[in-house]
């Protein structure tokens, strides 16, 4: 994919937008899929040496070797993911990060009775080496 970046306000904001394309081989091909996305960005600083980023992802996927006996058509998934994260340098080469993650998938695909529907929460912190 590629990400396109605009830097403002002397560089310390920016909003990104780009474009992902994602293809899955799994063991068999059942779950084989190809995807097409997009994802959108805003980074700003809150505080002193604090930052804050948020994304979101849309995602379109397509499973063509899904089989099914209630519907001949592919499985479709649609994706969406939301992303929150604060920031902090520690020192030069290391930031201290903690993030909250949102995706909800809905599979448009009626013959399974919406098994591969979810919703999916994560946190955490992370450390964040940059050299």
Do not use: M
């Amino acid at each position: 994919g590629f990400v396109q970046r605009f830097l403002f306000d002397e560089r310390k904001r920016e909003i990104s937008a780009g474009y992902e394309f994602a293809f899955d081989a799994t063991e068999g091909n059942r779950f084989d899929n190809i995807a097409n996305g997009i994802r959108v960005g805003l980074k700003t600083p809150v505080i002193e040496k604090i930052k804050f980023e948020t994304n979101f992802l849309f995602q379109d996927a397509f499973y063509h070797h899904y089989p099914s006996t209630d519907s001949p058509e592919v499985r479709h998934d649609l994706r969406y993911q939301y992303e929150f994260i604060f920031s902090r340098p520690l020192c030069s080469y290391v930031d201290l990060a903690i993030f909250y993650r949102r995706t909800d998938v809905n599979t448009l695909h009626d013959g399974v009775n919406g098994r591969f529907n979810f919703d999916r929460n994560i946190y955490g912190f992370e450390l964040k080496f940059k050299y």
